[in-house]
């Protein structure tokens, strides 16, 4: 664990870069509808890199940073973060990588800034005013749009070296040995003797990954010999490559293409995953460090760093050490037991799901994160049944359902419940129909009047207090610890599982019916 010398400073650099009513229902208290069970994965979910802030937000550390150089674009060499007296480190926020729990900073990437900090204030041989290096996680889609436009001045997110990339910015020697893109396969995927198998077959990835880079060289060598390209479908950017991983295992997905290092951090979670080292996309790639190409002083500096901390040697090798290692995740919503509950309650879900505006898909996922879809959960608070409420809640004349025993009445009650939440206190134009309900499942596990209290501070801080994802999400960390985080990452995932599974089988009930079936 990381604990930074100057906690509350970091945390306020953090939200310098990122960027209601008072009424309650009276059964709310601060968690009226919590199972108290902590979720047990996280989501690197994020948006973008803003600049909206509140310019009169004191930096409550001793030193007398100019606190805009954190908020304006700022392009430059080593000589002009000196000045500034900043270097941003841009990365993508996610376990293992970096993420919060409360006022700590945790991960590798976390590590290796803190490392870096110490490093590069020795070889400036600054006494006084010392040079802050703070971490600013993004999306991975914005990793360099932030570093181009100034947003951000480094970037350490475990990025491949390519040739497309090479083009735009500029890259330290590497930080790992070589290594190389496989396929990973899963439970449901169809015999494969070589990569030529995949013709015609649909390969599933981020677009901003160097795995789209080499699908597309593979489609080429395809089309060259005279056979049909692989598809590519696009997932969501805010899905890391474990949550693919977790997919495969899951029978969802058929396969993923991954850095062959990746699987080895599921090792004895999920074993359904077959690693296809013989099936190799890219060979010798190396992960490393990337800056803007005006930044030679910088990447000078990177480099003379990385000689010392990279993968090899003592220090890098106990970092990988560290955090390579087993996770305890959430289990997989679509294991054979889970997915079986589903079907039987998936009825139940549309109705009330319709019936209140909620996606029934979105609410089944919410019952599986609070009790695997078991009507039989008691957890310690109180809370009952598949949507795990507390019977105070479902009494509510806000609520007002009876017999949350009784599995229907439970999931009415849960969905209807939301569905207050989100009318009540995030009914918002300038809230977006997915955040409103990313902040109605916040509230629904944490209460809404602590939300109302977050999403306050969240302005005061500068972040957005109407986006979810690297903004109220990482104040909530901060204040309260990552069980509402881990939360609603979970609910989402979940729910992209559950819908791709409802769009397969719509595929097939159409490809079914036009050969007459």
């Known amino acids: 664990m990381v604990r930074r010398a100057h906690s509350a400073f970091f945390a306020l650099l953090l939200a310098l870069v990122l960027g209601c009513s008072n009424d309650q229902p009276t059964a709310e208290g601060d968690a009226a509808a919590n199972s108290g069970q902590a979720p047990t994965s996280e989501q690197s979910e994020s948006t973008t890199v803003t600049t909206a802030v509140d310019e009169d937000i004191a930096v409550t550390n001793e030193a007398t940073l100019d606190s805009l150089a954190l908020i304006t674009s700022r392009m430059g060499d080593l000589d002009v973060m000196e000045e500034a007296r900043v270097i941003r480190l841009l990365t993508v926020y996610g376990p293992g990588r970096y993420y919060l729990d409360g006022p700590n900073a945790e991960g590798i990437v976390a590590e290796m800034a803190t490392l870096f900090d110490e490093f590069i204030n020795k070889r400036l041989g600054k006494k006084t005013l010392k040079v802050n290096v703070v971490v600013i996680p993004v999306a991975r889609d914005q990793l360099i749009p932030a570093l181009l436009s100034g947003k951000g001045d480094l970037v350490s997110a475990g990025m491949t070296i390519t040739d497309e990339r090479s083009e735009q910015i500029d890259f330290s020697i590497p930080s790992s040995k070589p290594l190389s893109e496989v396929l990973v396969t899963g439970p449901s995927a169809p015999p494969l003797e070589s990569i030529e198998g995949l013709s015609g077959q649909t390969l599933y990835l981020r677009e901003s990954s160097s795995y789209r880079e080499s699908a597309e060289a593979l489609n080429e060598r395809l089309v060259a010999t005279g056979q049909a390209p692989a598809k590519i479908h696009y997932m969501s950017e805010l899905l890391e490559d474990d949550d693919l991983i977790e997919m495969v295992n899951a029978g969802l997905l058929p396969w993923a293409v991954v850095d062959e290092y990746k699987p080895q951090l599921w090792n004895g979670v999920f074993n359904e995953i077959v690693?296809?080292?013989?099936?190799?996309?890219?060979?010798?790639?190396?992960?490393?460090?990337?800056?803007?190409?005006?930044?030679?002083?910088?990447?000078?500096?990177?480099?003379?760093?990385?000689?010392?901390?990279?993968?090899?040697?003592?220090?890098?090798?106990?970092?990988?050490?560290?955090?390579?290692?087993?996770?305890?995740?959430?289990?997989?919503?679509?294991?054979?037991?889970?997915?079986?509950?589903?079907?039987?309650?998936?009825?139940?879900?549309?109705?009330?799901?319709?019936?209140?505006?909620?996606?029934?898909?979105?609410?089944?996922?919410?019952?599986?994160?609070?009790?695997?879809?078991?009507?039989?959960?008691?957890?310690?608070a109180g809370a009952v049944g598949v949507m795990q409420l507390l019977p105070t809640t479902a009494k509510d004349p806000k609520v007002g359902i009876a017999d949350i025993d009784q599995v229907e009445s439970n999931i009415h009650a849960g969905i209807k419940y939301l569905d207050y939440l989100r009318s009540r206190y995030f009914d918002d134009p300038a809230i977006s129909k997915q955040d409103q309900t990313f902040l109605a499942l916040a509230a629904y596990n944490a209460g809404p009047s602590r939300m109302i209290n977050l999403r306050a501070k969240a302005e005061a801080a500068g972040y957005d207090p109407n986006v979810w994802f690297d903004n109220v999400e990482v104040i909530a960390a901060r204040e309260i610890g990552r069980e509402t985080v881990q939360y609603v990452a979970n609910i989402f995932k979940y729910y992209l599982s559950y819908r791709m599974v409802a769009m397969q089988e719509l595929n097939r009930l159409e490809a079914r019916e036009e050969v007459g079936i």
Do not use: H
């Open 275 to 380: 690693v296809r080292d013989d099936i190799v996309f890219r060979e010798g790639g190396r992960l490393a460090w990337a800056m803007r190409k005006d930044s030679p002083m910088l990447k000078q500096a990177v480099d003379d760093f990385l000689k010392k901390n990279r993968e090899g040697t003592l220090i890098g090798n106990i970092l990988r050490n560290r955090y390579i290692r087993d996770f305890d995740w959430a289990a997989n919503a679509l294991g054979d037991d889970d997915y079986d509950r589903f079907r039987k309650l998936e009825s139940i879900f549309k109705e009330y799901g319709e019936q209140y505006g909620v996606d029934y898909l979105l609410a089944a996922a919410q019952g599986y994160q609070e009790s695997r879809l078991d009507q039989g959960v008691r957890s310690s």
